[in-house]
């Protein structure tokens, strides 16, 4: 019986304990709680706020830029631009712009303005910066690259990835060297998608294009099925012992949603950003 | 003399007839949906290599055809089809059993 006038009573003390312990927490914790969320969303504005204006600014900068150097390119400027100075302009707007534009029309102009030497250097120039993306390109974790040497002729057509390696992301290319183009500028090139496995459809997709030294892979690339994109570039144009030429070509195939390094900082910061504030949301 | 210009005139039909002559191209890929690749195949008496990917191109006069190809020895015939200049394409699968070429798109 004493027993259990004790434990009425303690429950009699909870009770009446109870609502003041509420009102303190609701006091105290309530508005911390609040502001914490306030200060951690003015700081996600802030960060935003930080970035936009950063990306304001670089595109700023860059449209200055490209203004100047298309604007000195093309010469209105009072003197009249020699060739090595249109060259290095070239170089210079490639360089800085290679991953936005594509600079192929004035690769091409200028190569009909240059003596064989010149355009020799051009050509170099173009090499320098498709062999940058395709650096990059070959750096993703789920790209893949092949260099291969390719004849004329259908009998001659090669299949990447080969038989004897996976396909990448259900798909193999098949390509044949159809022509090698006037002063081995360009080659012209019959593509075709190859479905993996399939008994009753050869292919999905078939093109035809040209590929010069002047087509870069940011720019110049195919979308296919799966979230997938590939890239040609041409290398040279070799001749073998027997004096027979051939193009050497990369075949680049990549993610469809892969964003140049670039882009990618901005990009990725945000994301990472957005997502931490949904977590603790 | 007769003899002569009908000779004359078969031949330069059989020459106009060739140039008429249209390429089918294509692939053929075997039962199991790999490739016939690098293989010797003789398509209507002559001879083609296939590419790695069993691409082949051949010379056929224009008309409706039913191929006799020869792989590894082994005669198959082709269902019917219909070759136009200058290009003409056609994918196949090889039917063992029946030894047929099946055409797939």
Redesign the interface.
Known sequence: MEVKNKSRDWIDILAKLLPGIGAIIAGIFIPLVIHINAERSRSNQLYTEIVSKREMADTELRAKMFENLIKCFFGSTSKQKTDKEKLTLLRLLALNFHEFFDLKPLFEELESELEEGDRYKLREIAKEIAGKQEALLSHIKEGMVFERVLYE???????VP??DMNPYRDH?L?I?LTEIGQNEAYVKLHV?D?P????????TT?VNFEVSFYDMPFIDNTKLFNATRFAITLKDIVLDKTQRRAARIKIIFFPESYMSTRDRPYLDEMLQQLRNSKRRM | MRRIIFGISMVILLFYGLALGGVL???I?K?????L?KTKIIIEGRK??????G???VKLPDGEHELRIVIDGISYTSESINIYSPRT?Q???IDHRKRRLIK??
């Not at chain 1, 002729?153 to 299949?159: D, L, Q, R, T, V």
């Open positions: 002729g259908e009998e001659n057509g090669i299949i080969p038989e193999r098949g044949v075709i190859i993996e496995g399939v008994k009753d459809v050869g292919e078939d | 191209t294509g692939r890929i039962e199991d949906g790999s490739p690749s083609v290599v296939t590419n790695e990917f691409g082949y191109a394409k994918n196949w699968r797939i798109r």
